[in-house]
């Protein structure tokens, strides 16, 4: 598979010329450091990244930025109470076993550190193409670090989950880490991951809910997330944009632990892990 042939320009969904520039509205793209920077200014709206990428954000070299993230995942690791990390042990279990029937051209969205793409790279399935998306092209930059053991197809595309620079019926799967807790405007979101799977394609997103009328849910309501964080809402949104045979299951549960690196949820609230699943028509 050519990535170029699956680019599509933001602002009009139509494809990339081999320069990196669309064949409608002629608006240019372009390639650096194996990354496609497919982001349009007039499309991005505001989004306030999670603590960790603004701190990464700061004018660090490359091989300083790597000893940061590895910093942070341990430290973000033994910030995590100890249900709270048995939980998540056993969510990352499933999740390895469902990504080891993958095939085809796999999606992982968004890419954010790559804790996501090191699952699907070190997964069973060797017939598949992974192609990482994010907001932010620092966290790709650091993403590519993992390089797995087999020989799988990995691209890169900086691009707004709101407005995916994909073209339709790309994907056989989209696969998730936490991705409606950071992404807002949940409504368009999924109807744009809905937009990009093929027929029959499926997404598979490992996640956690918050409890409405909770602190948690007031500051994810001010932040517009809250309809990606309560179970009703994110299946509500699933079923209205299309999507079938969705399932929502709850893995635990665990009061959230004091984490200076998470802004939701908050410090004392039940936070309920779950994996969801659900197919295109």
């Known amino acids: 598979m050519s990535i170029t042939d699956i680019l599509a320009c933001p602002e009009c969904k139509c494809g990339l010329s081999a320069i990196m520039k669309c064949e409608q509205c002629g608006k240019a793209y372009s390639f650096r450091g194996g990354i496609y920077d497919v982001i349009s200014p007039n499309r991005l709206a505001s989004q306030e990244k999670p603590d960790i990428k603004r701190a990464i954000q700061r004018k660090l070299t490359y091989v300083i930025k790597q000893l940061f993230i590895k910093k942070f995942e341990r430290n973000y690791i033994s910030k995590l109470s100890d249900d709270t990390r048995e939980i998540l042990r056993r969510q990352m279990e499933f999740m390895s076993k469902i990504y080891a ?3 085809g051209v796999v999606c992982d969205f968004p890419t954010g550190i790559g804790r996501n793409l090191k699952m699907l790279l070190d997964s069973k399935a060797t017939n598949m193409t992974i192609v990482c998306t994010d907001l932010d092209k620092q966290m790709l930059s650091l993403a590519r670090k993992h390089k797995g053991g087999k020989n799988l197809d990995v691209h890169y595309i900086v691009t707004d989950g709101r407005y995916m620079s994909v073209k339709d019926n790309t994907f056989d799967y989209i696969a998730s880490i936490g991705a409606f807790g950071n992404v807002p405007e949940t409504e368009k979101t999924v109807r744009e991951l809905y937009r990009i799977l093929k027929p029959q394609g499926k997404i598979v997103m490992n996640g956690s809910y918050i409890e409405k009328g909770s602190k948690s849910y007031d500051l ?18 699933l079923t209205n944009a299309g999507f079938v045979n969705i399932t929502s299951t709850i893995t635990g549960k665990a009061v959230w632990a004091e984490n200076p690196y998470d802004t939701l949820p908050i410090a004392g609230d039940m936070q309920y892990f779950c994996i969801v699943q659900a197919e295109k028509i």
Do not use: D, N, P, T
């Open 101 to 103: 029937s993958f095939s």
């Open 220 to 237: 994810a309501k001010s932040k517009g997330l809250e309809r990606g964080m309560l179970e009703e809402y994110l299946v509500e949104e």
